[in-house]
């Protein structure tokens, strides 16, 4: 039996597993009804912090899969404790990411958005703009993102050394890779800061004010990986007191960020709705790895993308 | 005896040079008296048409160089039939144009407008955006700004078809380059058409309304050669027609781009000032370049750059 967390849409591609076992398709309210015997639990609606407040009706889980990388929103502390395995979508978005952040490194380096004022306004407005070949960029977190990100920016001209839990001199993807530990001396190299961590007790509100005052006053600051790598209110005055010179935010403490936040109209800031990773096929995407994870839970095979419920992450093999 | 054309801004670096020889700094209005008794030209202001009408003043000149790529500024028919040696700054932009064409690739893909537009309306406005691996680009015009364009694209992860006068099957830089007389058969295939080919009778126009008609109506147009390659009446009606998807334009048959023009104001147009190339560091790299072929002048030995005055460009060794 499988429970499904949805909102308004369901996943595609279930009528296989709908073939296999009973599916019940629920929402946050229904959440607790539907765990009541459920084998499997889906979370498709990877966003909802449902999950912990209806856990204790979760009589007989075994395995949660959820439609995300990131796996904050799950990882409570009773699942932890739990024997419920648990897996994530990690892979499936790693390639759009990267190409969302090249795009931010080359709309700040070209200045599109003053191009695109300047249009409104009808002014034919010419100034120099930046190169981005030879420019160093650090990208905090070196898992699957990470490494696409850093791939596709080394491609592009730029150094890229990669922020990890410990050191590596020899890396494929990264001129080199820095200890956490000396996060902010990496800081203080970077023309572009990429976050892409998972969010963990170790992570949580790294980037704050002595991080952004480590950086350098041109950095531009792009965070794809969760609002709560970050302390919002240090990065606000780090951007109003031009510490640092711009950044590029798809996710927030607070989603969807609120109206009234001073995010939005910062002159240097670029908001997107968390959808760094969404390319056109994603939801099928995420569907078939779920289809493909339940046909091998099914056959007691070994499942992919099995989340380490200390670390919060999948580890690298 | 050196003559400068020049508009408000003087080249930088000129210290070794005027201390060799008689510098005349112009503008349009001082050009003829400056070029009486000069023996070489240096076209700063490159974007002048002033040449032409002061060239009967031209009675010893034996050396032309122009601070840009394109030539059709200076390449008019009495310069042609002349023996005036004509050199060009071929070299000095690739990169940044490159990475440019890179840019609007990524915001049209990334579909960064609609993104700007939500932030200033202070708006969540979650969608799904395009993948750029795997999709094709054309560019058009295999010089080394076409070069750099499709090295960046390929890096990437474009399929990069080049289209240039004569075919060839085994190419460094493309997956294959066709005869533009085969462009319509390419545009067909492409979801991104670059332009970059320089301005000649034989390329003038190209991208007229059948040209537009051959593209997909997903496709997207830049243009960061010369707006003289474009009919730009069939282009405004091909993007108001949704016959292609967007444009990005940086050149114009018209600089500055008139106040009314229709190009404007269309959604699915981004228009920048001809800056594409110009990058921080552009005008004493400039400088030196033409300060080097002063020096090779002086000395008799054989200049960088030297523009084929019949084909229009300098041609590939």
């Known amino acids: 039996m499988l429970a499904v967390l949805c909102a308004d849409d369901r996943p595609p591609l279930m009528a296989a597993v709908e073939a296999a076992a009973e599916v019940r398709y629920a929402d946050a309210a229904g959440l607790p009804a539907a765990l009541r015997g459920a084998d499997c639990l889906l979370v498709w609606d990877f966003l909802s912090r449902a999950v912990e407040p209806a856990f204790a009706a979760a009589d007989r889980l075994g395995w949660l899969h959820i439609a995300s990388t990131g796996v904050d929103n799950v990882l409570f502390p009773a699942m932890r404790q739990s024997d419920v395995l648990l897996t994530n979508s ?44 030879g420019r160093r960029a650090v990208v905090v977190g070196t898992g699957p993102i990470g490494r696409a990100i850093a791939r596709l920016l080394a491609a592009a001209g730029l150094q890229v050394t990669g922020v990890g839990r410990t050191a590596r001199v020899a890396d494929p993807d990264f001129v080199a890779v820095q200890a956490s530990s000396d996060l902010h001396k990496c800081l203080g190299e970077a023309d572009f800061v990429v976050a892409v961590a998972p969010l963990t007790d170790a992570t949580a509100g790294m980037f704050d004010k002595a991080a952004f005052g480590a950086m350098k006053p041109t950095a531009r600051f792009i965070n794809v990986g969760r ?37 939005w109209s910062l002159p240097n800031v670029l908001i997107s709705p968390h959808m760094s990773g969404d390319f056109v096929g994603w939801l099928p995407a995420l569907a078939e790895l779920f289809v493909d994870n339940f046909g091998k839970w099914q056959a007691g095979m070994p499942l992919r993308n099995v989340v380490d419920k200390q670390l919060g992450y999948v580890p690298a093999r």
Do not use: M, N
């Not at 090249?102 to 190169?131: I, M, N, P, S």
């Not at 209110?233 to 001073?262: C, N, T, W, Y």
């Open 90 to 133: 990690s892979g499936i978005f790693d390639g759009a990411i990267a190409e969302y952040v090249l795009g931010c490194v080359l709309a700040f380096a070209k200045d599109f958005r003053t191009t695109l004022t300047a249009q409104r306004e009808k002014r034919w407005y010419h100034r120099e703009t930046e190169r981005i070949a």
């Open 227 to 263: 609002g709560g790598l970050v302390v919002t209110d240090d990065l606000v005055e780090a951007l109003q007191g031009k510490v640092i010179a711009g950044a590029a935010l798809d996710v927030f403490e607070i989603e969807p960020l609120p109206v009234r936040h001073p995010l």
